[in-house]
Nanobody, 127 residues
């Protein structure tokens, strides 16, 4: 089993920054990708960013490219999402997730390719 616990959400003014953390525990998954997704009220869940545990390759949604940075600390089994220049439209519940083993070494953008999810953390950006 894998457990994912997010933290770091909160209320911030537009233009501000937040750093989300996702602490992973359970079995090792060195070849898997970890992703951040978000879901705003009344909207579908969307991919934000992903990273491979091995090698650290990353991929971003166009809407956050240049503003958000995903990183990982293998020793701490933790993935981070540094969010800068936040906009009101970034307001959502943010979830981290682990990609399925069968898509190892890729960074899927569809949620169906992820099998473990955290409980989510609220990010609210005021204008």
């Amino acid at each position: 089993q894998v457990q994912l616990v997010e933290s770091g959400g909160g209320l911030v003014q537009a233009g501000g920054s937040l750093r989300l953390s996702c602490a992973a525990s359970g079995r090792t998954f060195s070849s898997a990708a970890m992703g951040w997704f978000r879901q705003a009220p009344g909207k579908e869940r969307e991919f934000v960013a992903g990273i491979l545990w091995s090698g650290g390759r990353t991929y971003y949604a166009d809407s956050v490219k240049g503003r958000f940075t995903i990183s990982r600390d293998n020793a701490k089994n933790t993935v981070y999402l540094q969010m800068n220049s936040l906009k009101p439209e970034d307001t959502a519940v943010y979830y981290c997730a682990k990609a399925r083993d069968r898509v190892a070494l890729t960074i899927p953008t569809a949620g169906d390719f992820y099998d473990y999810w955290g409980q989510g953390t609220q990010v609210t950006v005021s204008s």
